[in-house]
């Protein structure tokens, strides 16, 4: 039989679950941390009335 989590089989369903739960856990924590870091478009970034950057003049 093969294992189900690891090297060996755990002693319950319950301990997959409950690993499966942390993973899950911890990877939302690790993509809130990335989330925190992005800076939120203005609205005027987001209809394009705001002007990002001055067009280049042609001298």
Known sequence: MRPLYGHENPSSAQDVIERLLIQIGLRALELAD????????????????KLIALPPTIS
């Open 34 to 49: 990335c989330a925190a870091n992005m800076d939120i478009p203005t609205p005027g970034e987001l209809d394009d009335s």
